[in-house]
C-alpha cells in the first residue's frame, strides 16, 4: 500500500469503485478489466494494485458499499420507530432493494467469483459490511415485530437474504429469453423486484396479525 494519508487512500479506492460502477453499468462483468478501469481514473493501470489486487476485489468493493448504503438506510428505518404494520415494512423494505439494481445484479451473477479471487482481508472487509446489513433487517424485526422470537427472526434472515439472490433474474428478461419461453410454451408473469420482494417478505413475516406492533 503507498504512502499517504487515510483520507487520500480511502479518496484513491473509491475513484478506482466508481470507475468499475461506471464501466458495469454497459458493460458485463468478464468485459470489465483493470486496464479498462484505469482508463477512468487519473492514475495507471500499475497503480491500481496498489489498492487492490484484482478485480475481483473492486467489484467485492463495490458490493461492499452497496450493502453499506442499505444498512445505513434500514437503520434509519430502525430509528424512527414510526407506526408499521406487516404490510407497511414490506412495502419499504421491498422499494429499498428496488433502487438497488446494482447489487441485486452484482449478487445474482458474480458474487462466488468476486469472493474466490479476492484476498482474505478483502473478504473480510465485504463480512463485515454483509453482517451489519443482516443485524439492521434484524434491529427493524425487533423493533416493528416485538412478538416476533428470536428464532423466527433468524427464520426470516436465513430465508431473505438467500432470496436477494435470485430476484435479479428473475426480474430482468431479455428478448432472447422471451422467446425462448415462448418456443418453450411458457407462461412467464413479469414481476418487478418490488412486487417480488413485497410478496416473499409478507409470506416470510405470515399472517399472525399480533406480530404487528402498531397499526
Not at 460502477?21 to 493501470?45: G, N, P, W
Request: proline share 4%.
Amino acid at each position: 500500500m503507498p504512502k499517504g494519508s487515510p483520507e487520500l487512500t480511502q479518496a484513491r479506492r473509491d475513484e478506482i469503485i466508481n470507475a468499475c460502477a461506471h464501466l458495469y453499468e454497459t458493460m458485463c462483468f468478464c468485459d470489465v478489466t483493470i486496464k479498462e478501469i484505469a482508463k477512468f481514473t487519473s492514475f495507471t493501470r500499475p497503480s491500481i494494485y496498489n489498492y487492490f489486487h484484482t478485480k475481483e476485489e473492486i467489484f467485492l468493493a463495490l458490493l461492499q458499499r452497496e450493502y453499506d448504503g442499505w444498512a445505513d438506510e434500514l437503520r434509519e428505518l430502525a430509528r424512527t420507530k414510526r407506526a408499521l404494520s406487516r404490510a407497511g415494512f414490506a412495502r419499504i423494505l421491498a422499494r429499498s432493494l428496488e433502487k438497488r439494481p446494482r447489487m441485486l445484479k452484482l449478487l445474482s451473477m458474480n458474487h462466488y467469483e468476486m469472493e474466490a479471487n479476492s484476498s482474505p482481508e478483502r473478504l473480510a472487509e465485504f463480512k463485515a459490511a454483509y453482517g451489519r446489513t443482516m443485524m439492521a433487517v434484524n434491529t427493524c424485526l425487533e423493533i416493528y415485530f416485538p412478538a416476533m422470537t428470536e428464532a423466527e427472526r433468524d427464520g426470516f434472515i436465513f430465508a431473505f437474504f438467500p432470496f436477494l439472490f435470485g430476484i435479479y433474474p428473475y426480474t430482468t428478461v431479455t428478448d432472447k429469453q422471451k422467446v425462448a419461453m415462448e418456443r418453450a410454451g411458457m407462461h412467464f408473469h413479469f414481476m418487478t423486484p418490488y412486487e417480488m420482494t413485497y410478496n416473499t417478505v409478507m409470506r416470510l413475516l405470515g399472517t399472525d396479525e399480533k406480530k404487528d406492533k402498531r397499526r
